[in-house]
């Protein structure tokens, strides 16, 4: 049986195992042939790379399909994941630890905060009544995932050399965002705010596994950190919005205008810095969303199936054309990124030796959904540039366009091997973690590549 060293893990290990014995209503196998099974479980996910408290959680929960009791355990403690959220660190976890990493934290916030203020020390200001200097958006996250990067380093214990390494990526971004001489409103320019930060979070991904990219677990887990982030991201903006609401109220009501104050600093600042505490979050309270996560992924791949399904009906009824304008394809680009994280998240909360189920099959349907309004939009954005000729928004849309149809048309392959029983799940799973890098890599040919070749416009 094994054995582990982290002392809050046999803790759970032996609060479970007394929860099994009180209620000693076994039939099968006894105690310590499923407790066997328990720390195999374990063993495992905790090879694969996740926390003791995170490993326990999922081990449970899948111990529930091999008897009611570890079920019932899971469901009777199920309160705990929300008590997470707001309880203090264990009584055994070193107070210090925990002071130190709240202070660095709160010190980098700060940090990101600032920096997309130190601008106007030379002259580059945002202001609350115009719309977002161009420098700012192409800049946006070089603000922030510097330091976030940093944050990882040292949270990982990795070493300075590495450190600068990871530097240079960064300095490569910083370099072609502001050295090419855009137009104003160019294209090119407003490819490159988007993309920038695309082909900079694979930065982030090597900091957050400590360069162990190809490790067994490492990259599944920096897409949960991703989707973790973003709801606690939208959790901290949906705050935020209430907190600037009460401060626009409360100076209106002596008669003064916050706006300068709220366009100015508690906006900018506060997206910047809800980067780096909303990271904490996560890291700290990984094994709460970790649960949530998946929960979502439940609710909103029926959702976004029947939206799909409707959609594509409705352009068939009326015969109406997609509108190949820039708006309208980054929001196609938009939806379909959203089913491929349906897809990867799905992937990451499932049991890989479970058998095909409905919920496999709704995947195969939204997967399919999504795979045929792409096809639509490739044929729209081909005609445009048959007919109209080339520029930065239509080659960008239609690389983008194919990366994504490559991806849905594999994936729709791999689930309906999957569920006719001809293929295994984690065949799936690897062809998902193995595409992440192409995004990266196209976004950064858009930075890199487009403006020169599109003569900046």
């Known amino acids: 049986m094994t054995n582990f060293a982290d002392g809050p893990l046999e803790e759970q290990i032996a609060q479970w195992r007394a929860y099994v014995r009180r209620r000693q209503a076994l039939q099968g196998p006894d105690v310590e042939e499923i407790e066997g099974h328990l720390r195999d479980q374990l063993a495992a996910l905790t090879e694969a790379g996740l926390a003791g408290d995170e490993a326990f959680l999922v081990a449970v929960k899948r111990m529930g399909s091999l008897d009611a009791l570890s079920r019932e355990f899971a469901r009777a403690h199920s309160e705990r994941l929300w008590k997470q959220l707001v309880i203090a ?39 609350p009544d115009e719309e977002v200097p161009p420098f700012y958006a192409r800049n946006a996250s070089l603000f922030v995932f510097p330091l976030l990067t940093v944050y990882f380093m040292w949270k990982r214990g990795t070493e300075v050399v590495s450190g600068l390494w990871l530097a240079l990526p960064f300095a490569a971004g910083a370099v072609f965002a502001n050295v090419f001489p855009f137009r104003t409103g160019s294209d090119t320019e407003a490819l490159t705010a988007l993309h920038l930060p695309i082909a900079l979070w694979l930065a982030v ?27 606690y991201y939208v959790l901290i903006a949906l705050g935020g919005g209430v907190l600037t609401g009460f401060t626009m109220m409360m100076f209106k009501a002596i008669g003064m205008n916050a706006g300068w104050f709220v366009g100015g600093w508690l906006i900018p600042c506060g997206a910047m ?6 990271s904490w979050l996560v890291e700290a309270k990984q094994s709460v969303i970790e649960n949530m996560a998946p929960v979502l992924t439940r609710l909103f791949t029926p959702l976004f199936t029947v939206l799909l399904l409707v959609f594509l009906a409705t352009m068939a009824w009326t015969g109406s054309p997609i ?4 708006e309208v394809l980054i929001g196609f680009d938009l939806l379909l990124v959203v089913v491929v994280g349906l897809v990867l ?37 081909a005609a445009r540039i048959s007919e109209f000729g080339f520029t930065p928004n239509r080659v960008a849309a239609l690389g983008e366009n194919l990366i994504l149809f490559v991806n849905l048309a594999w994936s729709a392959w791999l689930y309906a091997c999957f569920l006719r029983r ?11 973690i193995a595409y992440l890098p192409v995004y990266s890599a196209w976004a950064a040919l858009v930075v890199v590549m487009f403006p020169p070749v599109f003569s900046y416009r």
Do not use: C, H
Not at 205 to 231: H, P, T
Not at 323 to 326: G, S, T
Not at 347 to 368: E, H, I, K, T
């Open 89 to 127: 660190p264990d009584a055994d976890e070193p107070a210090k630890t925990s002071y130190t990493e709240t202070l660095v934290v709160l010190i980098l916030a700060a940090a990101a905060a600032l920096a997309i203020k130190a601008p106007a020390l030379f002259g580059v200001r945002l202001s």
């Open 205 to 231: 991904g090597f900091a957050y596994v400590r360069g162990r990219w190809f490790a067994d677990g490492g990259r599944m887990n920096f897409v949960r950190f991703s989707g973790e982030l973003a709801i």
């Open 273 to 278: 810095g809800a980067v780096i505490i909303g």
């Open 323 to 326: 509108n190949v304008k820039r």
């Open 345 to 381: 998240y799905a992937a990451s909360a499932r049991d890989p030796q479970a058998p095909p189920n409905f919920f496999d099959g709704l995947q195969l349907l939204l997967v399919v959904s999504a795979l045929v309004v792409d096809g639509v939009a490739l044929v729209a954005i």
């Open 422 to 432: 001809r293929g295994s799940f984690a065949a799936l799973e690897r062809w998902q």
